[in-house]
């Protein structure tokens, strides 16, 4: 089993509608989740980190975490054609102090 | 500024040569990281260095040798390149390890012919 697992896409929303975007992990202990955003050709760069359960709201991001459930999700509001990318989840893991990456999921905004 | 910063951006290169990738972050960060990226875009990470010293060392072909001369730079050097080495390798940084965001540069796009 993978540590992190996302739907890799491709997923299309139109413009103004609302992305949902899902991950899961296997680590139970993880305390420290992540969201990257990675244009094509481009580096991975940070949207969100979360820490505890419940949401986690910046700008039109909200960043969703159940460790019970060990999923967390990103739901991007009044989506973008710009929001248009790969969206990575990161989870750190107890040990090794490191994390791991999941597969990401390409998301494309519909004009 | 540029935070997290590689060199070269791009390497083009025939096998069995060996070639060196640059990291420099000016972030303060004590932590830095190599990742490759494959061309079905999964990042892995590949090493660790925390104020120098090697804490995650995957499993990688010890062709890879990272190299920390001190906790702001950290050096890639891969001896008889493979075809399967190509790939966009990215350096990164974080404060602490493992429960900090990491800050990635730009990426090294390493192309074998």
């Known amino acids: 089993q993978k540590e992190v697992e996302q739907n890799s896409g491709p997923l299309s929303v139109p413009e103004g509608a609302i992305a949902s975007l899902n991950c899961t992990y296997s680590d139970r202990v993880s305390q420290s989740f992540f969201w990257y955003r990675q244009y094509s050709g481009k580096s991975p760069e940070l949207i969100m980190s979360?820490?505890?359960?419940g949401d986690k709201e910046d700008g039109r991001f909200t960043a969703q975490l159940n460790k019970a459930s060990q999923y967390v999700s990103l739901l991007i509001r009044d989506s973008q054609p710009s929001d248009s990318a790969t969206y990575l989840c990161a989870v750190n893991v107890s040990t090794g102090n490191q994390f791991y990456f999941g597969t990401g999921t390409s998301l494309t905004v519909i004009p | 500024d540029t935070a997290v910063s590689q060199t070269p951006k791009y390497l083009v290169t025939q096998m069995g040569n060996d070639k060196s990738i640059k990291c420099e972050q000016n972030l303060g960060h004590d932590t830095m990281y190599w990742y490759k990226q494959d061309s079905k875009k999964f990042l892995k990470i590949m090493f660790s260095?925390?104020?120098?010293?090697?804490?995650i060392n995957e499993t990688v072909p010890n062709r890879f040798s990272p190299k920390s001369p001190d906790k702001a730079h950290l050096n890639l050097h891969i001896n008889s390149l493979e075809l399967g080495d190509s790939a966009v390798y990215f350096c990164?940084?974080?404060?602490?390890?493992?429960?900090?965001?990491?800050?990635f540069g730009d990426g090294t796009r390493l192309s074998i012919l």
């Open positions: 260095y925390n104020n120098k010293e090697l804490i």
């Open positions: 990164a940084s974080s404060q602490g390890a493992g429960n900090q965001p990491q800050h």
């Open positions: 979360i820490y505890s359960n």
